[in-house]
Protein backbone atom coordinates (compact mmCIF):
# COMPACT_ATOMS: atom_id res chain seq x y z
CA UNK A 1 0.00 0.00 0.00
CA UNK A 2 0.95 3.46 -0.67
CA UNK A 3 1.41 6.25 1.87
CA UNK A 4 2.78 9.86 2.30
CA UNK A 5 3.24 11.01 6.12
CA UNK A 6 4.04 14.33 7.11
CA UNK A 7 3.79 14.59 11.01
CA UNK A 8 4.35 18.52 10.89
CA UNK A 9 0.66 19.87 10.72
CA UNK A 10 1.50 23.53 11.39
CA UNK A 11 4.74 25.75 11.59
CA UNK A 12 5.27 28.82 12.02
CA UNK A 13 8.72 30.76 11.65
CA UNK A 14 9.51 34.33 11.11
CA UNK A 15 10.18 36.10 8.47
CA UNK A 16 14.13 35.22 7.23
CA UNK A 17 14.48 31.86 8.90
CA UNK A 18 14.97 28.66 7.30
CA UNK A 19 11.87 26.06 7.28
CA UNK A 20 12.31 22.43 6.26
CA UNK A 21 8.96 20.50 5.67
CA UNK A 22 8.99 16.51 6.09
CA UNK A 23 7.94 13.90 4.23
CA UNK A 24 7.74 10.18 4.82
CA UNK A 25 6.32 7.94 2.28
CA UNK A 26 5.99 4.20 2.04
CA UNK A 27 5.64 2.25 -1.00
CA UNK A 28 6.70 -1.04 -2.49
CA UNK A 29 7.18 -0.22 -6.21
CA UNK A 30 10.33 0.76 -7.70
CA UNK A 31 9.45 3.00 -10.04
CA UNK A 32 7.49 5.83 -8.54
CA UNK A 33 7.21 9.88 -8.42
CA UNK A 34 7.49 12.14 -5.49
CA UNK A 35 6.05 15.73 -5.86
CA UNK A 36 5.18 18.72 -3.91
CA UNK A 37 2.24 21.38 -3.88
CA UNK A 38 1.63 24.74 -2.42
CA UNK A 39 -1.84 25.44 -1.38
CA UNK A 40 -1.88 29.06 -0.76
CA UNK A 41 -5.18 30.87 0.95
CA UNK A 42 -6.99 30.71 -2.45
CA UNK A 43 -7.38 27.09 -2.97
CA UNK A 44 -5.29 26.27 -6.36
CA UNK A 45 -2.56 23.61 -5.96
CA UNK A 46 0.47 24.76 -7.21
CA UNK A 47 3.29 21.99 -8.98
CA UNK A 48 6.38 22.71 -6.96
CA UNK A 49 8.29 19.35 -7.86
CA UNK A 50 8.75 16.20 -9.61
CA UNK A 51 11.39 13.49 -8.25
CA UNK A 52 11.25 10.23 -9.90
CA UNK A 53 12.42 7.58 -7.46
CA UNK A 54 15.70 6.39 -9.87
CA UNK A 55 17.05 10.35 -9.25
CA UNK A 56 18.32 10.84 -5.94
CA UNK A 57 19.91 14.25 -6.46
CA UNK A 58 18.86 17.12 -4.46
CA UNK A 59 17.63 20.02 -6.64
CA UNK A 60 17.52 23.57 -5.78
CA UNK A 61 15.35 26.17 -7.22
CA UNK A 62 16.17 30.04 -5.92
CA UNK A 63 14.99 29.28 -2.24
CA UNK A 64 13.47 26.12 -2.63
CA UNK A 65 15.61 22.75 -2.00
CA UNK A 66 14.24 19.19 -1.77
CA UNK A 67 16.33 16.19 -0.21
CA UNK A 68 15.37 13.12 -1.56
CA UNK A 69 16.81 10.21 0.43
CA UNK A 70 15.55 6.90 -0.60
CA UNK A 71 17.38 4.93 2.29
CA UNK A 72 15.00 6.37 4.77
CA UNK A 73 12.35 6.76 1.83
CA UNK A 74 12.04 11.26 2.66
CA UNK A 75 11.74 13.92 0.56
CA UNK A 76 12.21 16.71 2.20
CA UNK A 77 11.52 20.36 1.47
CA UNK A 78 13.50 23.48 2.79
CA UNK A 79 12.89 26.58 2.29
CA UNK A 80 15.77 29.36 2.88
CA UNK A 81 15.23 32.73 3.88
CA UNK A 82 11.38 32.34 4.26
CA UNK A 83 8.69 34.98 3.25
CA UNK A 84 5.46 35.77 4.11
CA UNK A 85 4.15 34.79 0.41
CA UNK A 86 5.37 31.17 1.67
CA UNK A 87 2.66 30.93 3.86
CA UNK A 88 0.61 28.10 2.82
CA UNK A 89 -0.37 24.28 3.28
CA UNK A 90 2.21 22.12 1.73
CA UNK A 91 1.33 18.73 -0.04
CA UNK A 92 4.01 15.78 -0.68
CA UNK A 93 2.20 13.34 -2.85
CA UNK A 94 3.20 10.26 -4.35
CA UNK A 95 2.27 8.44 -7.57
CA UNK A 96 2.64 5.17 -8.82
CA UNK A 97 4.09 4.27 -12.07
CA UNK A 98 1.42 2.41 -13.11
CA UNK A 99 -2.49 3.83 -12.74
CA UNK A 100 -1.06 7.26 -12.35
CA UNK A 101 -3.22 8.07 -8.91
CA UNK A 102 -1.79 10.29 -6.50
CA UNK A 103 -1.34 9.87 -3.06
CA UNK A 104 -1.17 13.32 -0.79
CA UNK A 105 0.10 13.72 2.73
CA UNK A 106 -2.15 15.48 4.99
CA UNK A 107 -0.40 18.74 4.10
CA UNK A 108 1.81 21.26 6.47
CA UNK A 109 0.49 24.61 7.07
CA UNK A 110 3.10 26.91 7.09
CA UNK A 111 2.65 30.85 8.86
CA UNK A 112 5.87 32.60 8.25
CA UNK A 113 5.60 35.67 10.59
CA UNK A 114 6.87 38.80 9.52
CA UNK B 1 -1.78 29.76 -21.33
CA UNK B 2 -4.91 29.53 -19.21
CA UNK B 3 -5.09 27.42 -16.48
CA UNK B 4 -7.72 24.72 -15.19
CA UNK B 5 -11.29 26.76 -15.20
CA UNK B 6 -14.00 25.68 -12.25
CA UNK B 7 -17.21 26.84 -11.65
CA UNK B 8 -19.03 27.84 -9.06
CA UNK B 9 -16.36 28.54 -6.69
CA UNK B 10 -18.59 28.43 -3.68
CA UNK B 11 -21.83 26.34 -3.33
CA UNK B 12 -23.95 25.72 -0.33
CA UNK B 13 -26.63 23.59 -0.31
CA UNK B 14 -29.22 21.56 2.25
CA UNK B 15 -28.29 17.44 2.60
CA UNK B 16 -30.40 15.35 -0.05
CA UNK B 17 -29.78 18.07 -2.10
CA UNK B 18 -28.40 17.76 -5.81
CA UNK B 19 -25.28 19.89 -7.08
CA UNK B 20 -23.25 20.10 -10.08
CA UNK B 21 -19.41 21.01 -10.39
CA UNK B 22 -17.89 21.91 -13.81
CA UNK B 23 -14.39 22.15 -14.92
CA UNK B 24 -12.33 22.91 -18.08
CA UNK B 25 -8.91 21.93 -18.17
CA UNK B 26 -6.08 22.98 -19.63
CA UNK B 27 -6.36 23.20 -23.58
CA UNK B 28 -4.79 20.40 -24.61
CA UNK B 29 -4.58 18.28 -21.96
CA UNK B 30 -6.11 14.75 -22.36
CA UNK B 31 -6.33 13.90 -18.94
CA UNK B 32 -8.87 15.25 -16.38
CA UNK B 33 -8.97 14.65 -12.50
CA UNK B 34 -11.67 15.20 -9.67
CA UNK B 35 -10.40 15.08 -6.68
CA UNK B 36 -12.42 15.78 -2.92
CA UNK B 37 -10.43 17.54 -0.69
CA UNK B 38 -11.72 17.37 3.28
CA UNK B 39 -10.90 20.04 5.83
CA UNK B 40 -7.51 19.29 7.08
CA UNK B 41 -6.76 16.44 4.80
CA UNK B 42 -4.92 15.97 1.29
CA UNK B 43 -6.67 15.72 -1.96
CA UNK B 44 -8.35 12.25 -2.81
CA UNK B 45 -8.79 11.23 -6.31
CA UNK B 46 -12.73 10.48 -7.28
CA UNK B 47 -11.96 10.19 -10.88
CA UNK B 48 -9.76 10.27 -13.52
CA UNK B 49 -10.65 10.51 -17.24
CA UNK B 50 -8.55 10.29 -20.56
CA UNK B 51 -9.98 11.67 -22.91
CA UNK B 52 -13.62 10.95 -22.63
CA UNK B 53 -13.23 7.73 -21.08
CA UNK B 54 -12.39 7.13 -17.23
CA UNK B 55 -9.15 5.42 -15.92
CA UNK B 56 -10.05 5.28 -12.60
CA UNK B 57 -12.93 5.55 -10.42
CA UNK B 58 -12.32 3.38 -7.84
CA UNK B 59 -12.86 5.97 -4.79
CA UNK B 60 -16.04 7.62 -6.78
CA UNK B 61 -19.06 6.58 -4.41
CA UNK B 62 -20.82 5.75 -7.21
CA UNK B 63 -24.09 5.13 -5.47
CA UNK B 64 -24.42 9.59 -5.10
CA UNK B 65 -21.67 10.62 -7.32
CA UNK B 66 -21.47 10.69 -10.93
CA UNK B 67 -18.52 12.15 -13.55
CA UNK B 68 -18.68 12.70 -17.21
CA UNK B 69 -16.91 14.30 -19.73
CA UNK B 70 -18.36 13.95 -22.86
CA UNK B 71 -16.19 15.74 -25.38
CA UNK B 72 -13.15 15.00 -23.83
CA UNK B 73 -12.50 18.42 -22.49
CA UNK B 74 -14.99 19.85 -20.11
CA UNK B 75 -16.02 17.62 -17.36
CA UNK B 76 -19.27 17.91 -15.14
CA UNK B 77 -19.09 15.85 -11.24
CA UNK B 78 -22.74 15.42 -9.62
CA UNK B 79 -23.60 14.92 -6.34
CA UNK B 80 -27.29 13.23 -5.87
CA UNK B 81 -28.52 13.20 -3.34
CA UNK B 82 -26.04 15.15 -1.00
CA UNK B 83 -24.69 14.02 2.11
CA UNK B 84 -23.38 16.43 5.18
CA UNK B 85 -20.33 14.73 4.40
CA UNK B 86 -19.57 15.75 1.56
CA UNK B 87 -18.79 18.69 2.56
CA UNK B 88 -15.20 19.73 0.84
CA UNK B 89 -13.54 21.72 -2.05
CA UNK B 90 -13.44 19.52 -5.15
CA UNK B 91 -10.58 20.20 -7.24
CA UNK B 92 -10.14 19.63 -10.79
CA UNK B 93 -7.08 18.54 -12.45
CA UNK B 94 -5.53 18.18 -15.73
CA UNK B 95 -2.22 17.18 -17.32
CA UNK B 96 -0.55 15.88 -20.82
CA UNK B 97 0.04 12.90 -21.65
CA UNK B 98 2.52 11.47 -23.97
CA UNK B 99 2.62 7.63 -24.63
CA UNK B 100 2.54 6.35 -20.88
CA UNK B 101 4.38 9.11 -19.72
CA UNK B 102 1.87 11.64 -17.30
CA UNK B 103 3.06 15.24 -17.04
CA UNK B 104 2.71 16.95 -13.68
CA UNK B 105 -1.39 17.41 -12.60
CA UNK B 106 -2.50 21.62 -12.96
CA UNK B 107 -5.14 22.30 -10.67
CA UNK B 108 -7.88 24.72 -10.30
CA UNK B 109 -9.28 27.00 -7.60
CA UNK B 110 -11.68 24.23 -6.38
CA UNK B 111 -15.11 24.08 -5.81
CA UNK B 112 -15.87 24.62 -2.18
CA UNK B 113 -19.09 22.99 -0.95
CA UNK B 114 -20.82 23.85 2.35
CA UNK B 115 -23.73 21.22 2.89
CA UNK B 116 -26.36 22.22 5.58
Known amino acids: AQKVTQAQTEISVVEKEDVTLDCVYETRDTTYYLFWYKQPPSGELVFLIRRNSFDEQNEISGRYSWNFQKSTSSFNFTITASQVVDSAVYFCALRRNTGNQFYFGTGTSLTVIP | EAGVAQSPRYKIIEKRQSVAFWCNPISGHATLYWYQQILGQGPKLLIQ????????DSQLPKDRFSAERLKGVDSTLKIQPAKLEDSAVYLC??????????????FGPGTRLTVT
Open chain 2, 93 to 106: ASSLQQGSYLYEQY
Open chain 2, 49 to 56: FQNNGVVD
